[in-house]
C-alpha cells in the first residue's frame, strides 16, 4: 500500500471514531454542561450584594469604604461622572492593582464595593469575586450597577481631567 493510500485510511479511521463519540454525545443528550463542582471542591464564595439606596445611606453617614469602577473604557469616557469616591479600574487589571495605593493599604474587613454598566452585574460580581479569593471579606456588588445609582439619585461627582 502506498503512503497516500495509508494516509488516507488512516485520516478515515480517525474521522470515523469521531463521529461515532459525536453521535453517541447526541443520543445522550447533547452538549453537556461543565461538571458541577464535586462536594469535596471548595465552593466559590457568594458574592453579597447592596442596594443603592444602602450604599447612598453609608456615603452620607461618610462610612469607610472603597468605591470601585468597573465600567467599561468608552463607558466610562463617554460619562463625565462617577459615584463620589469611586476609583476607575478596569477588571482585566484589577488583580494586579491589589499590589498598589490605595487597594495595598487596605484593611480586609473593609467595605468595598464594585459596579459597573453591565445588565447583570456581571462585570462587578467577577471583581467582587476576586477580591474575596484575595482576601477582602466586605466586598460587595452595587445591585443593577451604574444605571441603579442613577435612577436613585446617588451622589456623583465630575471625573478628574486628564
Not at 488516507?8 to 447526541?26: G, H, K, P, Y
Not at 499590589?99 to 484593611?107: G, V
Request: charged share 25%; net charge positive; glycine share 6%.
Amino acid at each position: 500500500m502506498s503512503f497516500k493510500k495509508w494516509a488516507i485510511a488512516v485520516c478515515a479511521f480517525f474521522l470515523s471514531i469521531c463521529m461515532d463519540i459525536s453521535t453517541a454525545s447526541v443520543k445522550a443528550g447533547g452538549v453537556q454542561a461543565p461538571a458541577q463542582a464535586k462536594p469535596d471542591q471548595p465552593k466559590l464564595p457568594e458574592v453579597a450584594q447592596i442596594t443603592a439606596e444602602e450604599l447612598k445611606a453609608k456615603l452620607a453617614k461618610n462610612e469607610p469604604m472603597i468605591i470601585i469602577d468597573l465600567r467599561e473604557a468608552a463607558i466610562f469616557n463617554d460619562d463625565p461622572n462617577k459615584i463620589k469616591g469611586a476609583f476607575h479600574v478596569k477588571e482585566r487589571r484589577l488583580r494586579y492593582r491589589l499590589s498598589f495605593a490605595p487597594f495595598k493599604d487596605i484593611p480586609r474587613d473593609r467595605l468595598i464595593v464594585t459596579y459597573c454598566a453591565c445588565p447583570s452585574d456581571e462585570i462587578s460580581a467577577r471583581a467582587a469575586r476576586m477580591l474575596l479569593d484575595a482576601g477582602f471579606k466586605g466586598a460587595r456588588v452595587l445591585k443593577g450597577g451604574w444605571q441603579a445609582w442613577l435612577k436613585a439619585g446617588g451622589q456623583l461627582e465630575a471625573k478628574p481631567k486628564v
